[in-house]
C-alpha cells in the first residue's frame, strides 16, 4: 500500500499563495488517481480536486476552481496543489488521498488511503 504525507500547509493573509505537496511512498504514485480534500473546523471533509492516473484529467470544485490547479510529478512520486488568491473560507485541514479504483473519485469513500493533513489557515 502507499504512505502519503502532506507539506507546505500555514498562515497567510487573504489574497495570498501556498503550494501543497503530498509525497508518496511504499508503492508509485502513478498507480493511482489522487486527490486533495479539505476539512473546516465543525465541517465535514470535502471534496476539492483530483488528477488521473497520467495527469490527462482534472477536476476542481466550485469552491475553488480558478483559484487552485492540482498537478503532479509521478518521477518525484509526488502531487501538489497550487492555491492562489486565498479567502479566509480556505481554511482547513487539506488531506490527499489515493484512488486505486478504474476511475478517478469525487467522494471520500472513492479514496483508498490518506494523509495525515496539513493545516492552511487564511487570516483576513
Known amino acids: 500500500q502507499v504512505q502519503l504525507v502532506e507539506s507546505g500547509g500555514g498562515l497567510v493573509q487573504a489574497g495570498g499563495s501556498l503550494r501543497l505537496s503530498c509525497a508518496a511512498s511504499?508503492?508509485?504514485?502513478?498507480?493511482?488517481?489522487m486527490g486533495w480534500f479539505r476539512q473546516a473546523p465543525g465541517k465535514e471533509r470535502e471534496w476539492v480536486a483530483s488528477?488521473?492516473?497520467?495527469?490527462?484529467?482534472?477536476y476542481y470544485s466550485n469552491a475553488v476552481n480558478g483559484r487552485v490547479t492540482i498537478s503532479r510529478d509521478n518521477a518525484k512520486n509526488t502531487m501538489y496543489l497550487q492555491m492562489n488568491s486565498l479567502k479566509p473560507e480556505d481554511t482547513a485541514v487539506y488531506y490527499c488521498?489515493?484512488?486505486?479504483?478504474?476511475?478517478?473519485?469525487?467522494?471520500?469513500?472513492?479514496?483508498?488511503?490518506w494523509g495525515q493533513g496539513t493545516q492552511v489557515t487564511v487570516s483576513s
Open positions: 511504499g508503492r508509485p504514485l502513478s498507480s493511482y488517481h
Open positions: 488521498a489515493a484512488d486505486s479504483g478504474a476511475a478517478v473519485g469525487f467522494t471520500l469513500n472513492e479514496y483508498d488511503y
Open positions: 488528477i488521473t492516473r497520467s495527469s490527462g484529467g482534472t
